[in-house]
């Protein structure tokens, strides 16, 4: 079992910044694939940035490209989110989410085993 705890989330202007944390704890951290997803008030959750065991392949949403950053620290058992050029429509609860395999590359909700209570992030316009 491996269990997730976000951190990082908060107020912030349009246009500011904010980073994210994901602490890991139980199994081996380094075997997982990490993933961040969102999700606004009414809407469902979402697919946002997912990250290689190895931290050396990345993937992001279309939305959020260029402005978002993933990343990992495998001796830490971390993995973050670094959200730049915030916009009002990037506020949401976000989380963490680990899966068992070898690949990064799914964006479904489904395909991902573990996941965070979720940090709220507001961006106010």
């Known amino acids: 079992q491996v269990q997730l705890v976000e951190s990082g989330g908060g107020l912030v202007q349009a246009g500011g910044s904010l980073r994210l944390s994901c602490a890991a704890s139980?199994?081996?951290?380094?075997?997982?694939?990490m993933a961040w997803f969102r999700q606004a008030p009414g809407k469902e959750r979402e697919f946002v940035s997912a990250i290689s065991r190895s931290g050396i392949s990345t993937y992001y949403a279309r939305s959020v490209q260029g402005r978002f950053t993933i990343s990992r620290d495998n001796d830490k058992n971390t993995v973050s989110l670094q959200l730049n050029s915030l916009k009002p429509e990037d506020t949401a609860v976000y989380y963490c989410?680990?899966?068992?395999?070898?690949?990064?590359?799914?964006?479904?909700?489904?395909?991902?085993?573990?996941w965070g209570q979720g940090t709220q992030v507001t961006v106010s316009s």
């Open positions: 989410a680990g899966r068992q395999g070898d690949s990064a590359l799914y964006t479904g909700l489904k395909d991902w085993n573990y």
């Open positions: 139980g199994r081996t951290f380094s075997s997982f694939p």
